[in-house]
Every structure is written in C-alpha cells, then in structure tokens.
C-alpha cells in the first residue's frame, strides 16, 4: 500500500490543504499545534470513519468554516497496483477504484476498507502509525505495561474478551446447572407406578360419578311423572276444594240467614206485647177541657179579689180623711173656720164636731164591711182547685199515647224485615242445594292424592341424596385428575430438568475445553510473540546498528536484552535503548501486517524522537532514512526538529495562519531529493 495524497477540507485546523506523498522518506515539519498530526489522522478518519479521530462529528470542522461548508477528506492510495480513493464527509463516503466507485456510504464504505486491507482501524493504527510519546511510553514503562501493550496491538486482548466471555457463559452454565441440581434433589421422584395407580383409582371414581348419573336420570324420569299426577290431582283437589268452599259458605250463609229470621220472629213477639190498646184520645180530650175550666175559674176568683182590694182600700182611704177632719176641728175648737165657706165655725162647731164623728162612724164601718169581702174573696181564690194536677194527668195521658204509637210503628217495621229475610232465607237455601250438588258432581280422589304427595317428597329426598353424592363423586374425580395430572407433571419436568442437565454438562464441558484452549492458545501466542518479535527486531536492529547488536532478544519478561556476537551487551545507553524500542515497535508492525496477508509497506511515526538529545535524534533520523531505503516504501515522519530537514527525501512544513488561524502546507524536497 502506498499513499499518494490527502486532502483536507474544513478538517479540524486545516481550511483545504493538499498534501502529496512520493516514496523514501517524507518529513512533516511544523510548529507545536500547526496541525501535523491532524494530516495522518484525517487519512485514518477518511478510511475508518469518526472513530478514527479525536473529537467528534461536531468538533472535527474547521472552526473559520463558512456557513454551509463540509468536512470532506480524500485519501488516495495504490495498492496491488490498483489506485483507489476514498472521499469521506461527516455522513457520506465513497470507495473509488479507478474513478469507478466500489463502495458507496459511511458504513459500506468501512466494511469495504477492512475488507481490502485486512485490518480493522485498532490493527491498522497499530502497523502504520506509531503515535505521538509512544516510544517513550514504552521505554519508561515496566515489562508487565510492556506485554499488555504488545497483546493489545497483536490484538491479542480480544482473545482475552472472548475467553472471558466463554468464562463468563462457563459460570452462568455452572449456577443454572447447580439450580436444576437443587431442584432435582429438593423433589421427590415420581414413578410411573404411582401414576398407574392414581389412574386406577381415577377410573375406580369414574365408574362411581357414572353409577350415580344413571341413577340420576332414573330418578328424574320419575320425578317428571309423579310431578304430572301431582300436577293433575293438584288442580282436581283444587276445583273440589273451592267446590268445597262454595257449599260450607252457602251452609253458613243459610245458617246466618235463618238465625235472623228467628231473632227478627222474637223481637216482633217483643214489640207486639209493648203495644197498648187504651183510648187516649178521649181522656186528653175531657182532661183539657176540665183544665180550660180550672184555669177561667182561677181566673175569675182573681178578679174578685182584686175588686174587693180596691174597695177595701178605697174605704180605708175615706176613713183616715174622715178622722184626720175630725182631728182638725177639735184641734182648732170653735174659733176654727168653715173648711168649705171660710167662715169661723162659732156655735155651729159643736154640730159640725158630732156630723164629722158621725161621718167617722159611718166609714168605720164601711171599712170593716169592705175588708170582710176582701178577706172573703181572698180566701175564694186560696181555695180554687189545683191546675198541677190535671197538667200532670195529661202529659202522662200523652206519654202514653205516644208510646203506644211508637210500639205500633216499630211491629210494623220488623213486619218489613221478617218479609225480607224470609225472602233471603229462602234464596240462600236454594243456593245451597245448588253447592250441594256442583260439590257431588267434582271428583277428586284424596286418599290417591295423599299417596302421591308423599311419593313425591320421597323422590325428592332421592334425588337430593344422588345429587349430592354426584357432586362429591365428581370432586373426587376432580382431585384424582388434578393428582394424575401433577404427577404427570413432576415426571415430566424431572425429565427435562434431567435432558437440561444432560446438555448442561455436555455445554459445561465444551466451554471447559474453550476455556482451555483459549488459555493454551494464548500462551501459545504469547510463547511465539517473543521469539517473533525478537527474530524481526533482531534484523531491524542489525539494518538500523550496522550489525553492531547481532542480536535482539525479548524476554521471558519482556524485558529486551541485546547481544553483540552472542555476548549480551550488559548496559544499554539511552540511545541504544530508544533504538532498541524503535527496532521493537517495527517489529510490532511487521507481525501485524504479516498477520494480515500484506507487506509493511509505509510508517507514519508522529514525534518518535521523545527525549533523545540532537546526537541521537539524529541517529534515529539515520535510522530511519535507512529503513526507507532499505525496508518500507514510505517513511513518514512527523516532527518540529529542523534537523530533519537535511535528511528526508521530501520535506512537508506545516504552519498555521495567525490571522485565519488555518493551517497549510508546503512542500519541498529534501537535499537528498534535490540532489
Ligand atoms: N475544528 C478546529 N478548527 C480549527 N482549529 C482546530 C480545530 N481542532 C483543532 N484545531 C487546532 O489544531 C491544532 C492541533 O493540531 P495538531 O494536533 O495536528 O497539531 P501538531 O502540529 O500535531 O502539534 P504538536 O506538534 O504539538 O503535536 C491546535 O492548534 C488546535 O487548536
Ligand atoms: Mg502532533
């Protein structure tokens, strides 16, 4: 493989730069941070895709880029004769041979890539490019780094991941073996003699759950029958009974009927002895009119004796006058005057004294005559007949009456209802001579009726009892089915626990056997790394001393060891040593080109010289002049020692704009390539 050209555009630092690479030896020159390491990554990247490159898709573009602008990097190469090139952008890659393109998209694009060269990115990083501070890194560190790190870029740890994979399925293998072991030995094993059994009990439950089913349906069918004569006898014994019913009312409402008729007959005996035949009308009559006589003969007796007061009264009146007159002429003597003409009574007053006691004689005595008639007709009207006694007489005369009247009323009204309820009696026997006769014409026979209720309450009881041993038979049945069915079971999962652990162990040993294959395959590996890369580093180093160390051995410890005409050399200088490490890491790159089926052909070493002094570094520069020569097609060589410059082939001086803070190149020729 032979790299022609790359292009940059937008990639990390550089804006579009185009480096083209011819054969021997190329120096890259340039400041820290101009950019150098960036080309032979974007060649990485171009190949590879984003893995290749530190940083991400979104810090991989040049930070000056205009808007709309893309990472795009073509790598162009030769290879069995064959030119190829690669154009990658952030999401896109093409595959071109001979302008024709073979690989189309990022992922095709790699595939295609790995395919062609044989190596994966880790394997084709650790051939060609031996990065920045590596061989420093390798010197500096102890002999266990040392191996770790030349298993790592033999690719010698994958093997590792695969043997811990086959580690790890070992032990889950072991756990779930250990599993089906405690679950076989937790569970009692089943026989098949046990599940013959079970099954005959089984069928010995469903014989019985079949036994009582026919019963069942024998004693249903009977049922069904007594049910209907049940059925018929119920609704004959229904229509007798309310035949029944009919006549046993009709013969109380009869009973009723006549009972009333009685009692109506003695209360009608009753009321006719109340009734009184006596003439009323009559005696009221005579006794209102002797009462109409009473009462005008009080009233005239009264009359009499009011007249009698006031002639009385009247008397007595003319008697006090007459006194009084007397009183006064014999108050006033002679000398007392006429009461009538005025004139002083003189000698007339003895006359007129003896008329005035005349007078009073006279009145006197028509007093006492009057009050004899008024005591008189006083005592007339005291001894009047009483009214008290004709008023009682007659409210009892019409008491009488009237109670006579009501007696006479009353008979007639129980005439009335004794006519109605003779009526009703004899209706009600008439309806029940009809009850009577609808009851005989209704057939119902109940002695038939009797027997057949208790039938049914037998075949009742039987079918509660079948049902009920059905139930528990068809349980049994059930319980018997889910034992078979479990045993069945547990013989079934032993069985497969047991085919499980039959294939388990089978696995168990083949990722035993892995495992051990795996550890001898590494060791063989290991036991070959060294005496390879010791044989290889042998040459390089011979080539790169002029034979000075004959030979180049790797230690059982890693620890290299150089020999000059089969002595070992005892101190190895710094120099030597960096040598030593160069020649090593070569070797490194060899094997794993080799692995791949193709030739080293090209280096790219980034900054190898480490802490070398200039006497050194030179010497490396030799060195590695020396290999271009000689051992690969293409030496690249990555560093800011200016002292390259008079050594390489061609010279790359890689520098960054302050201003556009783009970095560019250009390219020189060597003084070995100008001569
Ligand atoms: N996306 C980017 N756009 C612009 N510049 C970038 C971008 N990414 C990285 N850089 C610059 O690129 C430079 C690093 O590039 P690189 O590693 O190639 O330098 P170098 O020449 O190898 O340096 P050294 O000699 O120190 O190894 C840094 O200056 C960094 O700022
Ligand atoms: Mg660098």
Same mark, same amino acid.
């Given at each position: =493989? ?38 032979? %990554? ?21 930070? $000056? ?22 154009? &990658? ?32 990115? +880790? ?38 991941? !695969? ?16 599993? *089906? ?13 046990? *599940? ?7 069928? $010995? ?19 069904? #029958?007594?049910?209907?004569? =049940? ?37 009608? +005996? ?6 009184? /035949? ?9 006794? %209102? ?43 006033? $003597? ?7 003409? $005025? ?21 006197? /005595? ?22 008290? /006694? ?63 209720? =208790? ?19 068809? &349980?049994?049945?059930?319980?018997? #089915? ?18 499980? &652990? ?33 044989? *290889? ?83 490396? *520069? ?10 690969? %097609? ?13 050594? !390489? ?8 704009? #302050?201003?556009?803070? !783009? ?13």
């Amino acid at each position: =493989m032979r790299i022609e050209r790359i292009e940059l555009k937008n990639f990390r630092g550089h804006r579009h730069t185009e480096v083209d690479l011819g054969a021997g030896m190329t120096a890259i020159l340039g400041e820290n941070g101009s950019g150098k390491t960036t080309i032979p %990554e974007a060649l990485i990247w171009a190949l590879y895709g984003s893995r290749a490159a530190r940083g991400n898709n979104d810090t991989i573009l040049f930070w $000056g880029a205009e808007k709309g602008e893309k990472v795009e990097v073509k790598a162009t190469f030769v290879l069995d004769g064959e030119p190829y090139t690669v154009a &990658r952008s952030v999401k896109d890659a093409t595959v071109f041979r001979d302008s024709t393109p073979v690989a189309e998209g990022a992922g095709a694009t790699v595939e295609f890539i790995e395919g062609l060269l044989g190596m994966s990115r +880790e394997e084709f990083q650790a051939t060609y490019f031996t990065g920045q501070k590596e061989l420093e890194w390798l010197r500096d560190k102890g002999p266990a780094d040392r191996a770790r790190f030349l298993g790592k870029v033999m690719g010698y740890d994958k093997l590792k991941d !695969a043997q811990k994979a086959v580690r790890t399925e070992r032990n889950n293998a072991r756990s779930k073996a250990d599993a *089906i072991e405690n679950l076989l030995s937790s569970e009692q094993p089943v026989s098949e003699e046990e *599940i013959t059994a079970a099954k005959a009990k089984l069928m $010995g439950a469903l014989t019985r759950a079949k036994g009582l089913d026919d019963a069942l349906t024998t004693a249903n069918t009977k049922a069904e #029958e007594t049910k209907a004569a =049940m059925a018929e006898l119920t609704l004959q014994r229904k229509s007798w009974m309310a035949a029944r019913d009919e006549f046993r009312s009709a013969e109380a409402s009869k009973a009723q009927a006549d009972e009333l008729l009685v009692s109506l007959k003695a209360q009608r +005996e009753q009321a006719a002895a109340n009734v009184d /035949h006596g003439d009323y009308s009559t005696q009221i009559e005579s006794t %209102e009119k002797d009462l109409e006589l009473t009462r005008n003969e009080i009233d005239v007796r009264k009359e009499r004796r009011r007249e009698a007061e006031h002639a009385f009264q009247l008397a007595e009146r003319q008697l006090k006058d007459a006194e009084q007159e007397l009183r006064v002429l014999r108050e006033q $003597g002679s000398g007392g005057r006429c009461r009538t003409c $005025g004139q002083v009574l003189g000698d007339s007053w003895q006359e007129s004294v003896r008329r005035a006691e005349d007078k009073v004689t006279h009145l006197t /005595h028509q007093r006492d005559t009057k009050e004899e008639v008024y005591k008189g007709a006083q005592k007339h009207f005291a001894d009047a007949p009483s009214l008290t /006694h004709l008023e009682t007489a007659l409210a009892e005369l019409r008491g009488k009456q009237r109670a006579s009247e009501t007696a006479k009323a009353t008979l007639q009204t129980i005439d009335t209802h004794i006519e109605s309820a003779a009526k009703a009696a004899d209706l009600k026997t008439r309806i029940l001579e009809q009850a009577r006769a609808d009851l005989s014409t209704v057939t119902f026979d109940e002695e038939r009726f009797d027997q057949l209720s =208790m039938d049914a309450a037998r075949v009742t009881e039987t079918l509660r009892s079948l049902n009920a041993d059905l139930l528990d038979a068809t &349980r049994t049945v059930e319980r018997l #089915e889910a034992k078979v069915s479990s045993l069945r079971e547990a013989l079934d999962r032993r069985a497969k626990l047991e085919t499980q &652990r039959k294939e388990l162990t089978q696995n168990l040993a083949v990722l035993d056997d892995t495992d051990r294959l795996f550890t001898e395959l590494r060791t063989a590996l290991n036991d070959r790394l060294r005496p390879e890369l010791s044989e *290889i580093a042998t040459q390089v180093i011979a080539e790169i001393t002029d034979g000075r160390f004959t030979e180049f051995l790797l230690d059982e410890d890693y620890r290299i060891r150089l020999y000059d005409s089969g002595r070992e050399v005892p101190v190895i200088s710094g120099g030597q040593e960096d040598m030593a490490n160069l020649a090593l890491r070569i070797a490194v790159s060899t094997l794993v080109s080799e692995r791949s089926g193709r030739p080293l052909s090209f280096l790219i070493l980034d900054e190898v010289f480490g802490s070398l002094d200039a006497g050194r570094q030179e010497a490396v *520069i030799d060195v590695l002049r020396q290999l271009s020569e000689d051992r690969f %097609e293409q030496v690249i060589l990555i560093t800011h020692t200016e002292t390259v410059k008079d050594l !390489a082939d061609s010279v790359i001086l890689v520098d960054r704009d #302050e201003k556009t803070g !783009a970095s560019g190149v250009t390219t020189g020729f060597g003084p070995r390539e100008a001569a």
